[in-house]
């Protein structure tokens, strides 16, 4: 077998098949310095357990298990706490941090000038992406490539964020800001009620222009700092913003700060799925809550908004992935839900299908779903019973 890469697309996917060379029976490559091209040559002999040479798909898939170990293992237990709503079962893993942050399988760009659609998927990857059965795919396919670049938003003045702040805490939430206004409102209510991040630092997950951060601001947190695809540049003092590599270079070397609180609000559903420039994972949502998992304190909180459904779970590819029942606990792996956002209740969660909350979907293809601001706890690995004690909505596991 013969693998030719342009040199566009060395990086990536030549790096983990030049890694794995040893693991092949017979290995030669070069480099053709007029085509601009690296040839890999694989001869097709079966490994001595009679299994073919992984394909440069079944190499990175490899490399993504290797990094994410038992996380990635999404037939783990599950705890649910009603047995009439299984949305917010509880799982644990172990999770092994200095692994996952090493591995730089979230931070690289995919190996692609354009978004993949979902025939561009390895056929390594399809059926997890589809959770072996349990989550089905629709295509619905956006151009959004800021990794490797500049953000959306990629200079976040101070009195631009000053002045979002002042709105919010005059409850204006009309000149700034994505989503709906409730959206907006919510969320600062659950920051200053349920997460409660007053004194804290926090950091955001995903933020294509400082909304949240002036919301994180307004309820009264010590700092932020941000996670983003795209680089930003900031004068805001109490504003720190970081890139994927950036921010796992600081870890590594131990210039990470632990954070009291996690924000993240309609970000998290789009890893792995190459619409923003990142390379194709189909676990790339649940290994980002872990590393946010890893650099939270005891006891911190991880506030989420998602889009979620009662019954399916779905990924549209490379849109997003919306929430049920299936995905949710593993997604949370090692959080313990606290409470829901203001105004929004069980009953409102399960029938969200049936609630005009967001009309979206792809061309042609219209649904409703519910995307609430929704409070967890940072837990052990393993669950212990004190911690599910302190966790009214948890009390049936007990």
């Given amino acids: 077998q013969i693998y030719m890469f342009h040199s566009t697309m060395m990086d990536k996917e030549s790096e983990l098949a030049l890694k794995t060379a040893a693991d092949l029976p017979t290995f030669e490559s070069g480099v053709n310095h007029q085509s601009g091209k690296l040839r890999i040559e694989v001869n097709n002999v079966p490994h001595a357990n009679n299994e073919p040479p992984l394909t440069p798909g079944g190499i990175q898939r490899r490399e993504i298990l290797k990094a994410c170990g038992e996380l990635c293992n999404l037939n783990r237990p599950i705890l649910k706490p009603d047995p009439d709503f ?88 009309t000149k700034f800001g994505n989503y709906q206004l409730i959206d907006r409102s919510t ?91 990142d390379a194709l994972n189909p676990w790339g949502d649940i290994m980002a809550v872990a590393r946010a998992w890893c650099v939270t304190k005891p006891k911190g909180t991880l506030t989420l908004g998602l889009s979620s459904m009662s019954k399916d779970d779905l990924v549209y590819f490379n849109a997003g992935r919306v929430y049920g029942p299936n995905r949710w606990p593993y997604l949370v792996t090692n959080w313990l839900r606290m409470n829901y956002s203001s105004g929004w209740t069980d009953d409102v969660i399960k029938n969200a ?32 019973a004190d911690e599910l004690k302190e966790t009214n909505l948890l009390q049936t596991l007990l």
């Fill in 86 to 173: 299984g949305y917010f079962g509880y799982s644990t893993s172990r999770t092994n941090c200095t692994a996952l942050f090493e591995s730089s399988i979230l931070d690289d760009p995919g190996n692609f000038t354009s978004p993949p659609r979902w025939s561009d998927v390895p056929h390594e990857f399809v059926d997890d992406y589809k959770m072996g059965g349990r989550a089905k795919v629709e295509e619905w396919w956006i151009k959004d490539m800021f990794l490797g670049g500049k953000a959306k938003v990629s200079n976040w003045d101070k009195d631009m964020i000053e002045s979002w702040k002042a709105m919010a805490l005059e409850n204006d939430f």
């Fill in 187 to 277: 969320l600062l209510n659950v920051l200053t009620n349920v997460s409660k991040v007053q004194d804290q630092s926090v950091l955001v997950i995903g933020s294509e222009s400082p909304w949240i951060e002036a919301l994180v601001l307004a309820a009264g947190a010590r700092r932020v700092t941000t996670l983003e695809y795209g680089a930003i540049q900031t004068n805001h003092p109490r504003v720190t913003t970081y890139t994927p590599n950036e921010f796992r270079t600081a870890y590594l070397e131990g210039d990470l700060e632990q954070f009291d609180a996690v924000v993240s609000y309609s970000s998290l559903e789009h890893s792995g799925l190459g619409r923003y420039g």
């Fill in 353 to 384: 299908p049936q609630i005009p909350r967001r009309l979206r979907g792809p061309p042609g293809f219209n649904i409703f779903w519910n995307q609430s601001s929704l409070v967890f706890r940072r837990s052990g690995p393993s669950g212990s």
